[in-house]
């Protein structure tokens, strides 16, 4: 007998402002029989975007396992204190991939999602074939002539890099243009 495909463990991870609207469109037509368990990660200070996950009323909420992590850099933080705060999101990431081990990560915003992404990268290199987890990074609408500096870090080591302008796949070709995401 012929057996549906299994759901995927999935970390989504929110940027915040127009990252999280940008990131819901992408994940409101997904079914919990295509990602289970799954994590939704927000930076430990943004409020406003746990209000609006939840106003989003996905079908699948009730599913959706939260985890907070602190960001690598605050807004006007200083780039020199912002090391501080980088390691100690890395530390953090260490802990959240490793007990979550998702299979599939969506991420599309700001430094947040760096740290869990760099530390999934290492686990899957070290690791071999026994944890591969999948990096999908959709750059932002506002991106229109070149990447954030979080899509020019992801760039290499997302297995998916979505671009919502033409122009940037004629400049990194590894991307893919899939339109307007929202």
């Known amino acids: 007998t012929a057996s549906g495909p299994t759901a995927a463990s999935t970390m989504v991870i929110f940027g915040s402002g127009g990252h999280t609207t940008e990131m819901l469109h992408m994940i409101r037509n997904l079914t919990v029989s295509q990602i289970s368990p799954i994590y939704f990660v927000t930076a430990h200070s943004d409020q406003t975007s746990l209000e609006k996950i939840q106003d989003f009323k996905l079908s699948y909420m009730s599913h959706v396992q939260w985890v907070s992590i602190y960001r690598s850099r605050e807004v006007k933080q200083s780039w020199l204190s912002s090391i501080f705060t980088f390691m100690y999101a890395l530390l953090q990431a260490m802990q959240i991939v490793w007990m979550s081990r998702p299979?599939?990560?969506?991420?599309?915003?700001?430094?947040?999602?760096?740290?869990?992404?760099?530390?999934?990268?290492?686990?899957?290199?070290?690791?071999?074939?026994?944890?591969?987890?999948?990096?999908?990074?959709?750059?932002?609408?506002?991106?229109?002539?070149?990447?954030?500096?979080?899509?020019?870090?992801?760039?290499?080591i997302a297995d998916t890099f979505i671009v919502q302008w033409p122009e940037l796949v004629h400049k990194y070709p590894k991307a893919r243009y899939i339109g307007k995401i929202c």
């Open 103 to 156: 299979q599939l990560i969506i991420c599309n915003g700001p430094g947040t999602c760096v740290p869990l992404c760099l530390v999934a990268s290492v686990l899957r290199f070290v690791s071999g074939q026994h944890y591969y987890p999948r990096l999908v990074f959709a750059e932002s609408f506002c991106r229109v002539e070149s990447l954030s500096l979080t899509g020019k870090i992801l760039y290499r």
